[in-house]
Structure formats: C-alpha cells, structure tokens
C-alpha cells in the first residue's frame, strides 16, 4: 500500500501563488506515475497534471499550461504542484494519487490506485 498526505492548500487572493506537496510514503518503489486532481463543489472531478515517478514526462491539463507546474523530490517521495497566476474559478479540493501500473494514462482518474484525502484552495476574486 501507498499513503499520500498533501498540504499547503489555503486562501489566496487573485493572481497569487501556492505550491501543494503529496508526501508518500509505504511501497513508493512500486509507483509508476503520480497525479494531481481537483473537485470543485458540484463539479466532477477534473485532471491537473501528472508526473512519471522515475522519468522526466510530466504532463499537464490544458487549463493548467503556463500556471501550473508539477515536479517531484524522489529523494524524500514528494511531489509538488506549484499554482501561480490563481483564479477564482481554481477554487476545488486537490488530491494527488499514485498509478501502479507502467504505460498508465495520466489524466485518467480510474488508472490510479491510490488517493490522498485531499487540500482545499480557495482563491477569492
């Protein structure tokens, strides 16, 4: 099993930043790729970005292109997502998850087999 805690979710203004983290911890080994996700309240769940655990393939949700930027610490078994330039309208929980599988398709809620319970960002306009 893989555990996966997030932080440095919170209030920002318009315009301003904040980088999440996903901490893993347990059989980090066995990850193929890990990706980011938000749900906005009466929305469905929405792709952010995604990382290849032990590549340098990142891959990003159009919306996201130029504002967001996912990397990871494989030393320590962290990924980030760095969110300048906020909008209102970026307001959702964010989660990240763990795929298990080699050749998963990132922006795939259904090819990751681990989630953390979440962050709340919340941009006021």
């Known amino acids: 099993q893989v555990q996966l805690v997030e932080s440095g979710g919170g209030l920002v203004q318009a315009g301003g930043s904040l980088r999440l983290s996903c901490a893993a911890s347990g059989r980090t080994f066995s990850i193929y790729g890990m990706g980011w996700f938000r749900q906005a309240p009466g929305k469905e769940r929405e792709f952010v970005a995604a990382?290849?655990?032990?590549?340098?393939?990142?891959y990003d949700a159009e919306f996201v292109k130029g504002r967001f930027t996912i990397s990871r610490d494989n030393a320590n078994d962290i990924v980030y997502l760095q969110m300048n330039s906020l909008k209102p309208e970026d307001t959702a929980v964010y989660s990240c998850?763990?795929?298990?599988?080699?050749?998963?398709?990132?922006?795939?809620?259904?090819?990751?087999?681990?989630w953390g319970h979440g962050t709340q960002v919340t941009v006021s306009s």
């Open positions: 990382v290849d655990w032990n590549g340098d393939n990142t």
């Open positions: 998850a763990a795929a298990f599988r080699a050749g998963y398709y990132p922006p795939s809620a259904y090819e990751y087999d681990y």
